[in-house]
């Protein structure tokens, strides 16, 4: 019986700006994937609420990178709108399944 196939993946958590309108938040969420997600192929399941959100990224092909994770990093340093963001490490959801 052989191993079942990785799936790399990562864990981001925003907060933003209290002062946000619903369109302004709107508008952001729509950026990230603009910028980020679909640029580089990748999916998220999103957990969010309010002003706090959170994702998981994988790719569509099962396999997030390095590169990715450093991608959504840099992206949320550029957002003034964004107070704090914690990307997590690179991960094996096939493992923990």
Excluded: H
Excluded at 9 to 37: C, H, K, P, W, Y
């Amino acid at each position: 019986m052989s191993a079942s196939c990785p799936v790399f993946g990562f864990f981001v958590e925003l907060e933003t700006m209290e002062t946000l309108a619903s369109e302004q938040l709107r508008d952001l969420r729509l950026a990230f994937d603009r910028d980020v997600i679909e640029p580089r192929g990748l999916v998220i399941d999103e957990r969010s609420s309010g002003r706090r959100w959170s994702f998981v990224v994988r790719s569509e092909a099962s396999q997030a990178t390095d590169s990715d994770r450093d991608a959504a990093q840099a992206w949320t340093q550029t957002r003034s709108e964004i107070v704090s963001a914690r990307i997590g490490p690179l991960l094996d959801f096939a493992s923990v399944a």
